[in-house]
């Protein structure tokens, strides 16, 4: 019962009467308190004086000060109820306008996207029915290994690279048309549901990825779900990936510098070899992440986590880890500065810096109990 009491009080309290008289009290209370003194300090001069009406002795015959003011007590006390509550009700008139608004514009974007998504649904459906469009990036995505071969066998077997390449410009397309309505899509619940679509034609991972090697730069992809896609290869410069689930995505030699990762969820991310400079890792949750080779030169850290993440040859020059979390010592974390690189401008993650004979079995070591 008393919850209950204290609840209303509460919504009492900050109901906006309440709110209002606050605010006129915070504004106009000093005001007040000198007219109600100025009016109490006038009180017996008002007695002093036949023609004021206060004193009782009113014969009737003519009207005093007094008999005025009885008369327009009613219509100012109307006035005022009337005028507070014709502008109670544009208070409201406006809100429920404001609302109508932002429902309109939601509805108006959702349908927008709609017709985006549906718009692009087609076009890759001819791509792939018509377009070959499979087919076209299983040589794509051989093509660079085939080529390296060639290149050290000193042979130049096949067509030339140009040729080869207006072979497949279906490829291009397909990709560049699911970049550019990644990039227009805001909601992502939308995007989600065309990496869905992705998936669900086989474009997603494996040999047929259509986003690897893919130019991103700058795309805004926050709160989306691209957990296991096959993004390696690809240019993620400055991209805004904050809260994005990245599980057991493949992002292999994707750079991703100065990109914004703050909360992204990696666990198992396969980040080997890619280029992580000054990106921006604050609380990211990287368990088991894979960062073999990575750059992460410059990069924040700070409050990560990064239990038995392999760090084998990774760069940590002027890295920040100040506050990570890295779980226990085992083979894969940089025990010593022979696995991974450091200098004096990594800040460990007691807030100290990086020196010769660094410690690191007191943040990696589980503590013993006392």
Do not use: C
């Not at 507070?84 to 932002?102: C, G, S, V, W, Y």
């Not at 042979?155 to 990644?182: Q, W």
């Not at 100040?322 to 450091?342: H, L, R, S």
């Amino acid at each position: 019962m008393m919850t209950r009491i204290r609840e209303w009080i509460q919504r009492g309290w900050a109901s906006k009467w309440v709110v209002a008289g606050r605010d006129y009290l915070r504004r106009y209370g000093v005001i007040t308190a000198l007219a109600i003194a100025l009016i109490y300090s006038i009180g017996p001069w008002r007695y002093s004086h036949d023609w004021t009406g206060f004193r009782g002795d009113n014969d009737g015959a003519t009207k005093k000060l007094w008999d005025w003011l009885d008369l327009l007590v009613v219509p100012i006390v109307l006035a005022v109820g009337a005028y507070l509550f014709n502008r109670r009700a544009a208070i409201r008139d406006k809100e429920r306008e404001e609302a109508a608004k932002e429902r309109e514009k939601a509805w108006e974007e959702a349908t927008r996207y709609e017709e985006i998504l549906q718009e692009y649904l087609d076009d890759m459906s001819q791509l792939l029915m018509k377009e070959g469009l499979k087919a076209a990036l299983k040589k794509r995505n051989k093509k660079p290994k085939q080529e390296d071969e060639t290149k050290a066998d000193g042979e130049s077997e096949g067509k030339p690279e140009t040729e080869a390449d207006e072979e497949l410009p279906v490829v291009d397309i397909a990709r560049a048309r699911t970049v550019n309505t990644l990039r227009r899509l805001k909601d992502p619940q939308r995007r989600r549901e065309l990496l869905d679509f992705l998936q669900d034609a086989g474009l997603y991972n494996g040999e047929t990825a259509l986003l690897r090697n893919a130019k991103m730069d700058g795309i805004n992809l926050d709160e989306t779900n691209l957990e296991g896609i096959d993004l390696g290869g690809a240019s993620l410069i400055e991209a805004h990936l904050v809260g994005a689930v990245l599980a057991e995505t493949v992002l292999v030699e994707t750079v991703l510098a100065r990109s914004h990762l703050a909360g992204a969820y990696m666990w198992k991310a396969n980040l080997i070899g890619a280029s992580l400079v000054r990106a921006n890792l604050t609380g990211a949750f990287l368990w088991e992440a894979n960062l073999r080779g990575a750059s992460l030169t410059g990069a924040n850290l700070t409050a990560a986590f990064l239990a038995e993440a392999d760090l084998k040859g990774a760069n940590l020059i002027g890295a920040n880890l100040t506050g990570a979390d890295v779980g226990e010592a085992d083979q894969m974390w940089p025990v010593n500065p022979e696995i991974a690189e450091f200098d004096e401008t990594t800040h460990l993650p007691d807030g100290t810096k990086w020196h010769e004979g660094v410690d690191w079995t007191q943040w990696t070591e589980p503590k013993k109990a006392e």
